[in-house]
């Protein structure tokens, strides 16, 4: 079931005619920025319309919009990550997100359902855009905005937004 923010978005990308503009959408949405000028900066950008986002066009109207973005790449065996030695930003990151979960839990893969189903777990992140293969989505404040919400997909990689 989407949110209702999600749905008037959703409502501005059929006015617009588009399609495949889940980076705009998301976009909007983690920004609080109207649909119509994130559009509006995608195309100048170089987005086409009704055509996907490459990432570096996604990376680059956030920094218009004056935001930082710390990028994770989340692991094919976050279970295992957690429990090595490894020092590393992600590595941290997954044993943080992972201590929350429940002790019978495998989390092998994060999937877009745990972001809401363990939102302790994820209540470090305020504000992000989280990648699944070949789409992105808003995550804000515990709430996943896209129509994968509930969602099995796993998560490649979340993009954490901070205002500048």
């Known amino acids: 079931m989407s949110t209702e923010i999600f749905k008037t978005v959703q409502e501005h990308t059929r006015a617009f005619g588009e399609?495949?503009?889940?980076a705009v959408k998301a976009v909007a949405i983690a920004t609080k920025t109207d649909y119509a000028t994130?559009?509006?900066?995608?195309?100048?950008l170089g987005r086409k319309s009704r055509q996907g986002t490459y990432a570096f066009i996604t990376l680059r109207a956030l920094k218009e919009l004056g935001y930082d973005v710390k990028e994770i790449y989340?692991?094919?065996?976050?279970?295992?990550?957690?429990?090595?030695?490894?020092?590393?930003?992600?590595?941290?990151?997954v044993r943080r997100v992972i201590s929350k979960y429940p002790k019978f839990y495998n989390a092998k893969k994060f999937t877009v359902n745990q972001l809401e189903s363990?939102?302790?777990?994820?209540s470090h992140i305020?504000?992000?855009?989280?990648v699944v293969r070949g789409h992105v989505l808003a995550y804000q404040d515990g709430l996943v905005?896209?129509?994968?919400?509930g969602k099995k997909n796993a998560i490649e990689s979340i993009m954490i937004l901070s205002k500048r």
């Not at 994130?38 to 100048?44: C, Q, T």
């Not at 363990?118 to 994820?122: H, Q, R, V």
């Not at 905005?145 to 919400?149: G, L, P, R």
């Open 126 to 130: 305020e504000n992000a855009l989280v």
């Open 19 to 22: 399609k495949n503009d889940c």
């Open 74 to 93: 989340m692991p094919h065996d976050a279970r295992r990550l957690a429990e090595s030695a490894s020092t590393s930003e992600t590595a941290d990151f």
């Open 38 to 44: 994130v559009h509006a900066l995608f195309k100048k």
């Open 145 to 149: 905005h896209d129509w994968t919400k």
């Open 118 to 122: 363990f939102s302790e777990a994820w």
